[in-house]
């Protein structure tokens, strides 16, 4: 089954009424509604007209003209371009497949990083010196075999300190 989207009805005075609540909202609570993932749709109240796309650009563009924007003006121009270009059809569903893509490695790099920072300081750092004590002792091991090897049979190893008979 469908499930039902909520109705938000836009008035001449550009005031938002959300039916579910039976009461006014704000653009900044229709932002909230779209990061709770909550369906909606805005519609027009008097032809019933859905204004869904133009309030969502009004949200974005109020975004970006306060705090640090994330759309710049070249890619504000290139996307301009678009409208009316015979690849037009073609660049929404790309967009919204590249952002897709985007949102899933960052999902998988958080949950990489939840699962790193999921440790207790204690545990990475005694496993990082675990790691660095056995490539110390096996650099050792090297060291000492390699001079157990360029000393010739029978013969005992000069220590640093002591001289050769």
Known sequence: MAQANRIIKK???????????????????????VLDNEHFEV???KSGE???RSVLLQIISEHEEKGQPMLSPQL??????????????????Y??????????????????????????PWSLLNELTERNLDV??????GFLDAA??????????????TKKP
Request: glycine residues 6%; proline residues 5%.
């Open 95 to 120: 967009l919204e497949r590249s952002l897709q893509v985007f949102l899933d490695q960052q999902q998988q790099f958080r949950t990489q990083l939840n699962s790193l920072m999921g440790q207790t």
């Open 50 to 52: 859905d204004l869904t």
């Open 76 to 93: 504000l121009s290139q996307i301009i371009r678009f409208y009316g270009d015979s690849l037009q059809g073609f660049m929404g569903p």
């Open 136 to 141: 110390w002792k096996s650099m050792q091991r």
């Open 43 to 45: 519609r027009d109240a």
């Open 11 to 33: 008035y001449p005075n550009r005031r938002l009424y959300d039916t579910e609540i039976s009461s006014y909202i704000t653009l900044e609570e229709v932002r909230q509604l």
């Open 148 to 161: 157990s090897q360029a000393t010739p049979a029978g013969q005992p190893s000069a220590r640093p300190g």
